[in-house]
């Protein structure tokens, strides 16, 4: 179990809005965009409780320092995200709780490409195996002592199925010729994998790994992660139908030589499938990272507090529904009202009633003007929004008289 106390939490108890901005993926930071709203709330004379939130996505790290100073960041030099290229991680270490987090896109992230360019078939996850070594590591200096170690899955730009990573970890994986494959594993060289046996030196006793799933997608299907995820890695109609017939094909392997099929876990499609490559490691629990990076944060004593929750999102969409921590924030509130700044929001999109959504890309500002001015995009909305905020907290101020 972890056992953490967020210092977020204790900042601002009686503040009758929550801040809880998610990150503007490409444009603003989560914390950015929290400092940017209550400031604006400061302006207009009003107290908020700012607490950022994540599902594992981007920002994770960032916002757990932020929340807790026990974190110790530490840097690494491991595997990016193409075979050949080296890039420096940053992890956290909670020495007191005896906690590891590790944010897989630090070593295969979309933002690690080189001048982002789009590799699906060439992305490795290779370097996140290399992370988790080094938390093996780590905790191997006091064997007698458990540890936890979170593995955070989004922005990946992979679909591997998390072979590099388990390569990286000592799993061998053999050609049809039964000749063991020496380089470094990607999507394209899942057509040569027709077997595999598990690393000769077993996985410390004293570690417990979560895996962290910021979503519902199953490795294989109709809703999968090649459907869902591989043509926002910039697959092709070719490269998708390649995805899914060697992902099917390994999945088969994976069950045939250590029989167990997590092909169609919810949470198994994360990252390209990472999640259900490290769902092999024994002893391995695959999670929501909504609700569990939530709770550790505070969030729903929080809401309980709050007369207003103001949250953010890039584009709202079904995907921020179905498990990320929007829609996790949004089920918390139950019937407080959810203000959302988004970037965009997808036309049809049904929400609940206490849900209002205000669009960065608006009459004042069009797509690419909200994304290269998400500050001043953002300060817009708000004040397009402050009559409805000012009628949140007047209502729930009478009613509590």
Excluded at 45 to 71: K, N, V
Excluded at 389 to 397: E, F, G, S, Y
Aim: charged share 15%.
């Amino acid at each position: 179990m972890i056992i953490l106390t967020a210092e977020a939490n204790r900042k601002n108890p009686m503040a009758h809005i929550l801040v809880a901005p998610a990150c503007f993926k490409g444009s603003l930071p989560a914390l950015k965009a929290g400092t940017i709203i209550t400031e604006f709330l400061v302006q207009q004379g009003l107290s908020s409780q700012l607490t950022p939130i994540t599902d594992g996505g981007d920002d994770t790290l960032a916002i757990l320092s932020w929340c807790d100073s026990e974190f110790q960041n530490i840097t690494a030099t491991v595997n990016g995200p193409l075979p050949e290229q080296s890039v420096e991680a940053s992890y956290l270490v909670h020495m007191r709780n005896r906690l590891i987090v590790i944010e897989a896109a630090q070593a295969h992230g979309m933002n690690r490409l080189p001048q982002k360019e789009k590799a699906p078939m060439e992305a490795t996850s290779y370097g996140v195996g290399e992370l988790i070594l080094l938390a093996q590591n780590m905790t191997q200096m006091t064997p007698n002592k458990k540890w936890t170690l979170l593995v955070t899955l989004g922005g990946s730009a992979s679909t591997d199925a998390g072979v590099g990573a388990l390569q990286a970890l000592g799993c061998r994986f053999y050609n049809k010729n039964h000749n063991p494959i020496q380089f470094k594993l990607n999507a394209s060289a899942l057509v040569h994998i027709h077997q595999l046996i598990p690393p000769s030196s077993p996985f410390p006793e004293n570690l417990d790994v979560v895996i962290v799933s910021d979503v519902n997608t199953s490795l294989l299907g109709p809703m999968g992660c090649v459907p869902i995820f591989a043509p926002q890695k910039g697959a092709s109609e070719a490269d998708m139908e390649y995805l899914e017939r060697e992902l099917s094909r390994i999945a088969e392997v994976f069950h045939r030589d250590l029989e167990e099929d997590f092909s169609l876990l919810p949470g198994s499609g994360a990252a390209g499938g990472l999640a259900f490559g490290l769902c092999h490691i024994p002893g391995s629990q695959l999670l929501p990272g909504s609700q569990l990076l939530c709770d550790f944060l505070g969030i729903p004593e929080q809401i309980e507090k709050s007369s207003l929750i103001i949250t953010t999102e890039g584009k709202l969409d079904p995907q921020s529904l179905s498990g990320k921590a929007t829609g996790y924030l949004i089920e918390s509130a139950k019937d407080k009202p959810v203000f959302i700044f988004c970037g965009q929001q997808e036309p049809g999109l049904i929400l609940p009633d206490n849900v209002r959504v205000f669009p960065l890309v608006n009459d004042q500002f069009n797509l690419n003007e909200a994304l290269y001015e998400p500050e001043s995009a953002l300060n817009h909305a708000l004040s397009l929004a402050l009559p409805q905020i000012k009628h949140v907290l007047d209502t729930a101020t009478i009613n509590n008289l």
